[in-house]
Structure formats: C-alpha cells, structure tokens
C-alpha cells in the first residue's frame, strides 16, 4: 500500500491501516531518534507519541496527504526534539532566574561566547564563581543577543557550555559539517554587531572592546576591520597598541 493509500485508509479508520502505519514507520523513526541522540531511556516513548500525534492529525485533517510520509515523520520527530530541547533551555533559565538572579548574566554571556572560538573558550577557564561581565561587555553582550532568534540563541547558549559539535549536529538533525557552518555564521554576523558597536565606543569602552575582540579569533573579513580600528587608534596613540593582543 503506497503512502496515499495509507492515509487514504487510515481516514477510513481501517484498524489494519493504522496497524501497518506503525510496522511500517516506527523502525526508521528508532534509528533517527538515536542519531539525534535521544536519552535511551526516553527514546521509545518519544517514538510512539510521534507516530501517534501524526496519525491523529492525518485521519482529522482535511488538508492532502504530505508526499512523502517518511519525510514527513522524520521532520516531526526533528521539531519534536528541538521543542523538547528549548523548553527544558527555558525552564532551567526561569530556575535560574528564581534562584540566583545575578546568573541572569550567564544567557548574555553566551552571546559573548559565541563571538570567540572554541580555543578562546577554553583558555579563558572556567570558575567556580565566575565574576559579572565588565559593563562594556554587558551592553555588547545586551547588542549581541537583541540580534539572535530564538533557534541562534539555543545555538549560542550551547556554544557558551562548550557542548561538542558532534552534539550540536545531532540535536539540530544536521552533518557535522553543516552544523559547523551554521555556527561560523553566526559567530561571524555576531563579530560584525560587535565591530559596529566598536565603531561608535569611545574611551575605557573602546578600549575594553578592543581588548576583547582582540583575543576572539575573527573571521577574515571581521578581522580585517578590527585591525583598521586598532591601527587608527594606535595612530592617534601609539603607546595603546603595545598593550592590545595579537588578532588570531
């Protein structure tokens, strides 16, 4: 029975359609719940509330069958996972915000990392009580995260916890290697918010930024514009740019 057929019996509420729909999905939809990682643990339950919810919305709907019902299923099972992920990111930011209003510092902080590379993650440390964002960087990172939509900033606050992009791939159902260049987008539009916010920054401001972005590893067209601003300040004072980090 080809997919039409299926959906066509399943609205007839044939019991041997809905049987066959389960027997025939649910095996691909186990292997593309483990290679988004789900918890063992939770990954049968999740499986069979997919299949559920989606055979209720085929036998109620009016609207025509999807093309292609393995697709179809793949991409609920997706969007089921990542809805899963953002609601336990906003239910730990909400915790977090009701029990120690001072780490609200720390979803701004992840638009700020994502301006860094994984090397500059790790050199910086990691502290047991890590001190509040310098006010210069508080209103970057205030920039930065205006910015973000919402599946950018689940993105960032990954990136700020170091989480592997073998992991980040998975969660987002993409390759490695996409995933990867999701993420070098992003950090590259963040580096040109931040450019510009240098543009207009002045005195101790100016020069907090400068010394931030300067251990950021920049993309090459970012880049390129930091060292312009830096040598112009150097320019107007040479004895600032001796104290400034190299731009990897």
Not at 120 to 140: C, F, N, W
Request: with cysteine; proline share 6%.
């Amino acid at each position: 029975m080809g997919d039409q057929a299926l959906v066509a019996a399943l609205r007839c509420e044939d019991e041997g359609a809905l049987r066959e729909f389960f027997l025939r999905f649910r095996p691909a939809l186990v292997l593309a719940a483990h290679r988004l990682r789900v918890d063992p643990g939770e990954l049968d339950a999740l499986v069979d509330d997919c299949l559920a919810d989606v055979a209720v919305h085929l036998i109620t709907s009016d609207t025509a069958a999807p093309r292609s019902l393995p697709a179809y299923l793949a991409r609920s099972l997706r969007n089921r996972v990542l809805n899963g992920l953002r609601a336990r990111e906003r239910a730990e930011r909400r915790l977090t915000e009701q029990c120690r209003p001072e780490e609200a510092d720390a979803a701004l902080e992840g638009a700020v990392a994502a301006c860094c590379s994984d090397y500059a993650l790790r050199a910086s440390g990691t502290q047991v009580d890590p001190p509040p964002l310098a006010p210069a960087l508080a209103r970057l990172a205030n920039t930065l995260a205006a910015t973000l939509v919402e599946e950018d900033r689940l993105l960032a606050v990954w990136l700020s916890h170091c989480v592997p992009l073998r992991e980040i791939a998975a969660w987002l159902g993409l390759s490695d290697r996409t995933a990867a260049k999701r993420i070098e987008r992003l950090r590259e539009r963040l580096q040109h918010v931040a450019l510009r916010q240098l543009e207009t920054a002045e005195g101790d401001e100016r020069r907090e930024l400068l010394a931030f972005l300067g251990r950021a590893a920049l993309a090459p067209a970012p880049a390129a514009q930091f060292r312009a601003a830096r040598a112009a300040d150097a320019a107007a004072d040479p004895s600032a740019d001796a104290e400034e980090a190299p731009v990897s």
